[in-house]
């Protein structure tokens, strides 16, 4: 397991919300630590948006890189059409618990269960595929790249293990890539699923493509490989636990259950699951509706998360005091309210020792968009705050310290 004790030292300033990614400082020990971002992500940032507030302008109009966008695009359905499938079977069992005390079967365990091409009970095609990808991925300069990234030589494959660049985004190479996690999609806007932006699909009144999650991108057969060990603590925080409950039932559509369900189909069980909300909701309603395998790991704080560092009812203070750098830790921020939202979010980007503690991190970061007036507010309203391009550079920075930062929806 990655020790990010080791990789990383961030300094801390203290500066205003708008210049506040560009002042956390990033230094990585050696190069195998360093957060390789993709192209069309970088582009963004570096154009800052064009200084617009669209979400659809990188989408809509000629750029270096839109023709990459919309073949990563294309792309992403082919990736959601096999994820989907690892959905439709049981939960795959917990992968700590397969692996042997000398982890010599952790190759055979991680193509099994966790590659997003293994899918248990289908025929697995890996083999003719990655052959037939190799031939067209010829280019030296990819191959000196791919062998950086990965830390072997490709004339391993398809020997080797599996991929995502290759087996799923080998036309538009549009995925980032952080050597604590594996490939993840860019950092682009609308800060969401794609779809929304494309021709036809501008009257966002239903929200329909906005709550769509098939654009996250995790990297489970890279963190079986390198991250999960026999005795780490997995836990899942939730920050804003709307569960929609109804009686004795829940909504089990709710992005975070979906989200659970999802790191339990690729073999990542969570032994703690710690839910913050506000709403009042008694505690024996919560436990009747929530799913049978949510019962035992689920800890019910229903009281306001707290935004003041170092208060007992902030969820950070409970991590800092509870786990360490060797745990697995997944959080999930999205309480809709920016005056408790974003000092726990600030308190991420700049603190490194949370940033030690936490793996991947989820966030609905309200911005000025114009697509998304409608559930976010007008430009001036308090419940939207910085721009597209800040953001950007927020969660980016969140990966060059070592922590997966995904857009939640």
């Given at each position: 397991?990655?020790?990010?004790?080791?990789?990383?030292?961030?300094?801390?300033?203290?500066?205003s919300?708008?210049?506040?990614?560009?002042?956390?400082?990033?230094?990585?020990?050696?190069?195998?630590?360093?957060?390789?971002?993709?192209?069309?992500?970088?582009?963004?940032?570096?154009i800052?948006?064009?200084?617009?507030?669209?979400?659809?302008?990188?989408?809509?109009?000629?750029?270096?890189?839109?023709?990459?966008?919309?073949?990563?695009?294309?792309?992403?359905?082919?990736?959601?059409?096999?994820m989907?499938?690892?959905?439709?079977?049981?939960?795959?069992?917990?992968?700590?618990?397969?692996?042997?005390?000398?982890?010599?079967?952790?190759?055979?365990?991680?193509?099994?269960y966790?590659?997003?091409?293994?899918?248990?009970?289908?025929?697995?095609?890996?083999?003719e595929?990655?052959?037939?990808?190799?031939?067209?991925?010829?280019?030296?300069?990819?191959?000196?790249?791919?062998?950086?990234?990965?830390?072997?030589?490709?004339?391993?494959?398809?020997?080797?293990?599996?991929?995502?660049?290759?087996?799923?985004?080998?036309?538009?190479?549009?995925?980032?890539?952080?050597?604590?996690?594996?490939?993840?999609?860019?950092?682009?806007?609308?800060l969401?699923?794609?779809?929304?932006?494309?021709p036809?699909?501008?009257?966002?009144?239903?929200?329909?493509?906005?709550?769509?999650?098939?654009?996250?991108?995790?990297?489970?057969?890279?963190?079986?490989?390198?991250?999960?060990?026999?005795?780490?603590?997995t836990?899942?925080?939730?920050?804003?636990?709307?569960?929609?409950?109804?009686?004795?039932?829940?909504?089990?559509?709710?992005?975070?259950?979906?989200?659970?369900?999802?790191?339990?189909?690729?073999?990542?069980?969570f032994?703690?699951?710690?839910?913050?909300?506000?709403?009042?909701?008694?505690?024996?309603?919560?436990?009747?509706?929530?799913?049978?395998?949510?019962?035992?790991?689920?800890?019910?704080?229903?009281?306001?998360a707290?935004?003041?560092e170092?208060?007992?009812?902030?969820?950070?203070?409970?991590?800092?005091?509870?786990?360490?750098?060797?745990?697995?830790?997944?959080?999930?921020?999205d309480?809709?309210?920016?005056?408790?939202?974003?000092?726990?979010?600030?308190?991420?980007?700049?603190n490194?020792?949370?940033?030690?503690?936490?793996?991947?991190?989820?966030?609905?970061?309200?911005?000025?968009?114009?697509?998304?007036?409608?559930?976010?507010?007008?430009?001036?309203?308090?419940?939207?705050?910085?721009?597209?391009?800040?953001?950007?550079e927020?969660?980016?920075?969140?990966?060059?310290?070592?922590?997966?930062?995904?857009?939640?929806?």
């Open positions: 397991a990655y020790n990010k004790r080791k990789h990383y030292q961030i300094s801390k300033m203290k500066c919300f708008s210049a506040l990614a560009s002042f956390i400082v990033v230094s990585a020990v050696n190069v195998q630590s360093q957060y390789i971002p993709a192209k069309a992500e970088q582009h963004v940032i570096d800052k948006n064009n200084n617009s507030n669209s979400g659809c302008l990188i989408w809509n109009q000629e750029s270096p890189v839109r023709n990459d966008l919309e073949l990563w695009r294309n792309e992403l359905h082919q990736y959601t059409n096999q989907n499938k690892k959905t439709q079977t049981d939960f795959v069992p917990d992968l700590r618990r397969l692996f042997n005390d000398d982890y010599s079967n952790r190759e055979e365990v991680c193509r099994k966790a590659d997003a091409n293994s899918v248990v009970g289908l025929v697995d095609t890996m083999a595929n990655t052959l037939q990808k190799l031939e067209s991925f010829s280019d030296p300069k990819t191959v000196e790249l791919k062998q950086s990234l990965r830390g072997r030589n490709l004339s391993e494959a398809p020997n080797a293990s599996s991929n995502l660049m290759e087996d799923f985004f080998n036309g538009s190479q549009q995925l980032s890539y952080l050597p604590t996690q594996g490939y993840m999609e860019p950092l682009v806007p609308p969401r699923h794609p779809d929304m932006c494309q036809g699909r501008t009257d966002f009144s239903d929200g329909q493509y906005m709550a769509l999650m098939d654009y996250l991108i995790e990297d489970y057969g890279h963190i079986c490989r390198n991250v999960l060990t026999k005795n780490m603590r836990v899942f925080l939730d920050i804003g636990a709307r569960y929609k409950f109804d009686g004795h039932k829940t909504d089990v559509q709710a992005a975070a259950i979906k989200t659970i369900e999802k790191y339990r189909h690729n073999g990542i069980h032994d703690h699951i710690y839910a913050y909300e506000v709403q009042e909701v008694k505690t024996e309603a919560v436990y009747d509706a929530v799913p049978d395998h949510m019962q035992g790991p689920l800890h019910w704080v229903n009281i306001p707290s935004p003041e170092d208060h007992k009812h902030n969820p950070w203070t409970m991590l800092l005091e509870s786990y360490h750098p060797e745990d697995f830790i997944v959080v999930k921020l309480i809709d309210t920016p005056s408790v939202e974003m000092p726990l979010f600030n308190q991420l980007l700049t490194p020792e949370l940033q030690k503690l936490v793996d991947v991190f989820y966030f609905e970061h309200h911005v000025k968009m114009d697509e998304m007036k409608k559930f976010w507010g007008d430009h001036s309203s308090i419940n939207s705050k910085g721009t597209i391009t800040e953001s950007l927020m969660f980016q920075s969140l990966r060059k310290a070592g922590v997966a930062a995904h857009y939640w929806i």
